[in-house]
């Protein structure tokens, strides 16, 4: 299928179609497909997807075109119709130069406003007339408490990348910016994971949402990577995780943890053992973390222990194993997680640690990489309440092993 039919049997326009002509983009991607008929209609859109998926035109091209029928108006007469949060400066200039390359024939205007920078240029767009802004939460509140901008016209409310929002602290901001907008708007919500103040946010703001949920595209699972589980308890993680380390001294672990505190608490632990580790996460200031992660690819460190948004976008090159000292609560965590290891050739080794309460998290991790996790029989911190062993508590774990996905210790560096 060349570009026209496969955009244009999604319901896309020619403005917009040439556009995607021009930019050789042939075949929409999964986001895309799912995404663009429903948010055409004007529905509401929980989207589970982050950067590389192609999510910025899911939501910019059927925004593009629902913005064309009214017919373009004046100068300053233009009203911001749709309104843009990103996080941060830098996705909100690729957001913008999006909206600018795939509007190209569109006659609709779009600008960026952001902090960090003077406002008199922004001012300026603004002032010239705009109907699509792409913004940071900070600079989009002061322009609006001088009144140089109104978000009460604002008809479709895109909020990108919303769990780093959280992370870096906008969330107040963020619920400010929506009280301003009207109540009857549509809204789009991205996220590359669902942590639970980003499901309380997506409850209150969100009117029978369509869900979409991708992994990223360089998916899943690589194949070169060898998934193991070990099931034990909470209180013998960390005594786990020293054993697998000083087992096979010659790897470097990138270790994940559920909290911004855990992670600290294991860094310091892994620490008094002699184990050189340090902890990234959105507590510490982006100079702690670049320094922790230069240390980390220079081999200074051995251990780097992060939560899941800190390592987001982390280009490491020969990272032997990542390990889940937490299951994620979203299964497309785990996708993200391990996808850093066993790049480009190399092979890698993915290691989850399952506690009897992260059973359901197992299985739906199972479930989305469409394959079962081998499970490491016979090591020393072994839960009691393990597969095999019938317990009262959880009938699924009470379920005995298949053979076929188990897998002895002493097998695993052969088996890479
Ligand atoms: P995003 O996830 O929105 O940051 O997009 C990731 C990259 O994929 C960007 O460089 C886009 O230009 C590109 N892209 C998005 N959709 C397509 C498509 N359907 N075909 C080819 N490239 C695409």
Known sequence: MNSNTA?????????????????????PTPVQQEAIPSVLEGRD??????????????????????LLPAS?????QRAIRVLVLTPTRELCSQVTESFAAYGKFTGLRVTSVYGGVSQNRQEEAL????????ATPGRLLDLESQKILSLKTV???????????????????????????????????????????????ADTILRNPVRVAVAPASSPAAENVLHLVYYVEKSGKGELLRHLLSEDTSSNALVFTRTKRGADRLADQLFRARIRAEAIHGGRSQSAR???????????????????????????????HVINFDL??????YVHRIGRTGRAGASGIAISFCGIEERSLLVAIERLIHQHLKVVVDHPFRSLLRPGIPTKLDNRAARPVNPRYMIPATELFRAV
């Open 7 to 27: 955009f244009e049997s999604l319901g896309l326009r020619p403005e917009i179609l040439r556009a995607l002509e021009g930019m050789k983009y042939n075949t």
């Open 45 to 66: 859109l929980l989207g589970c997807a982050q950067t590389g998926t192609g999510k910025t035109a899911a939501f910019a091209l059927p925004i593009l075109q629902r």
């Open 72 to 76: 373009p108006r004046k100068g300053s």
């Open 127 to 134: 002032r010239r007339g705009i109907d699509i802004l792409v």
């Open 155 to 201: 008809g479709t409310l895109v909020l990108d990348e919303a769990d780093r929002m959280l992370d870096m602290g906008f969330l107040p901001d963020v619920r400010k910016i929506i009280a301003k907008t009207p109540a009857n708007r549509q809204t789009l919500l991205f996220s590359a994971t669902i942590p639970v103040e980003i499901k309380r946010l």
């Open 290 to 320: 670049e320094r922790a992660l230069a240390k980390f690819k220079n081999g200074e460190t051995r251990v780097l222990v992060a939560t899941d948004v800190a390592a987001r976008g982390l280009d490491i090159v020969d990272l032997s």
């Open 328 to 333: 994620p609560e979203e299964p497309e965590s």
